[in-house]
C-alpha cells in the first residue's frame, strides 16, 4: 500500500522560510514525476513545484507564483521529496499536498496531470 506522508507545515511570518517534507512507504520515489500542490480556503488546487528524474537527468518546474522563492528537491536515498520555502507571503496560506507517479508527467503531458498517490496534507500558515 502506497503511502506519502507530508510534515514540516506551521505558522511562519511574511518573509520567512519553511522546508516540507514528503516521505513514501510502499514507493519508490527515483526515476519518475513528483509534485507539490497546494489549495487555500475557496480556491482551487494549484501545482506549484514539479520534479522529474529520469536516464537524462534531473527537470524541475515551477509555477509563476512561486519561481524564484520555492525548490523542489529529492534524496532517493531517504525516499523523501522537499519542499524549500523562502521569502513566503501570506497568499502563499494554503494546505499543500505531495503528490507521486503520473504517467502523463512522465510522457510530456503536464507537469501536474494524472497523478496517482497524494499526501493527506500539511497546512502552511503565513502572517503578514
Known amino acids: 500500500q502506497v503511502q506519502l506522508v507530508e510534515s514540516g507545515g506551521g505558522s511562519v511570518q511574511a518573509g520567512g522560510s519553511l522546508r516540507l517534507s514528503c516521505a513514501a512507504s510502499?514507493?519508490?520515489?527515483?526515476?519518475?514525476?513528483v509534485a507539490w500542490f497546494r489549495q487555500a480556503p475557496g480556491k482551487e488546487r494549484e501545482g506549484i513545484a514539479s520534479?522529474?528524474?529520469?536516464?537524462?537527468?534531473?527537470?524541475?518546474y515551477y509555477a509563476d507564483s512561486v519561481k524564484g522563492r520555492f525548490t523542489i528537491s529529492r534524496d532517493n536515498g531517504k525516499n523523501t521529496v522537499y519542499l524549500q520555502m523562502n521569502a513566503l507571503k501570506p497568499e502563499d496560506t494554503a494546505v499543500y499536498y505531495c503528490a507521486a507517479e503520473s504517467r502523463a508527467c512522465r510522457a510530456g503531458g503536464g507537469w501536474f496531470a494524472g497523478y496517482a498517490y497524494w499526501g493527506q496534507g500539511t497546512q502552511v500558515t503565513v502572517s503578514s
Open positions: 520534479h522529474y528524474s529520469g536516464t537524462g537527468g534531473g527537470y524541475t
Open positions: 510502499g514507493y519508490t520515489f527515483s526515476r519518475n514525476c
